[in-house]
């Protein structure tokens, strides 16, 4: 059994990335401090700074993402003063001067969210996740996130048109306009770019943490095992216990000592379940071959 690596640090990322080579990374996923969120804990950046904050600290992952790697950014930006503040806009655009790609938008649905209303607005039930590249040419996994078909084909399939079961084959491999037909007999489809997701209230001592099935969906869909993962805001070691899991290597950067603390201690736990493990393992190699 190949040993997989964690490495937790507390610090900024800023400064703890100069330390890595460039094209290490195979993805970075990460949920960074909303700007003016988590105020209490991370003393919040202002909406109007936010993007220059930010601009200095992509530009290290661009340098330490790997050419065919993938960075998930999970962002939303806030109301003010009655209206949607623009700095996530302002950030896609900047990020693209700086040299990167933006290549798709998923949308997590918090499936479920709190109830509530404001005078002018509901509230909240989804987060974006931008993903981001160097390269159009990505490595990409679809095969390992598709999902069970469903009443999809037994319903909306089953009454086909004549036009549907002709149509031709796409020219531009977008899946569009082959026959639909052919989907009738299969048990998995690929998903949408609409991620249903609950919130998870597994942690109490963090004030915000996603749920483990989003980095698990991304890293699934990025990387395979034994590939590096980077998390830069790790927060309580969400995305570090999920490599853990999948079998990819991990680093997290978490600048509150308190949060570093316990990622270190998720991360120390699987690490010490996993030696246990390897030794059973072992064991039991070692009784086959005597």
Not at 12 to 25: I, R
Not at 72 to 98: C, D, F, P, S, W
Not at 100 to 114: A, Q, S
Request: charged letters at 30%; a positive charge.
């Amino acid at each position: 059994m190949e040993s997989i690596k964690t490495e937790i640090h507390t610090g900024d990322c800023l400064e703890l990335l100069t330390d890595f080579p460039d094209n290490f990374f195979n993805l970075i996923v990460t949920s960074p401090p909303y700007a003016d969120r988590r105020n209490k804990t991370y003393g919040g950046i202002k909406p109007d700074e936010y993007v220059d904050w930010f601009l200095s600290r992509s530009a290290e992952f661009l340098r330490v993402l790997k050419p065919d790697g993938t960075f998930i950014l999970n962002i939303k930006e806030k109301a003010i003063n009655g209206e949607r503040h623009t700095y996530v806009i302002e950030l896609i655009l900047e990020m693209k001067r700086q040299g990167w790609l933006w290549t798709e938008e998923f949308v997590w649905h918090k499936k479920n969210c709190y109830p509530g209303k404001w005078p002018n607005r509901f509230r909240d039930a989804w987060e974006r996740c931008l993903q981001f590249n160097k390269s159009k040419k990505f490595k990409m996994y679809q095969d390992a996130v598709m999902v069970p078909m469903g009443d999809w084909a037994k319903g909306r399939l089953k009454n086909l048109s004549d036009t549907d079961k002709t149509r031709d084959n796409s020219k531009v491999g977008s899946g569009f306009g082959k026959n639909i037909s052919n989907w009738l007999k299969r048990e998995k489809a690929y998903p949408t770019n609409v991620l249903h997701f609950a919130t998870e209230c597994y942690n109490r001592n963090h004030s915000a943490v996603f749920p483990k099935a989003l980095p698990e969906w991304f890293m699934k869909l990025f990387t395979q095992e034994n590939d590096w993962v980077l998390d830069p805001f790790l927060g309580s070691g969400t995305t570090c216990e999920v490599a853990q899991e999948l079998k990819r290597n991990s680093v997290g950067i978490e600048i509150l000592p308190d949060y570093y603390e316990l990622a270190r201690k998720r991360t120390s736990n699987y690490q010490y379940r996993l030696c246990e493990e390897q030794a059973e393992y072992g064991a039991n190699n070692s009784e086959r071959h005597s």
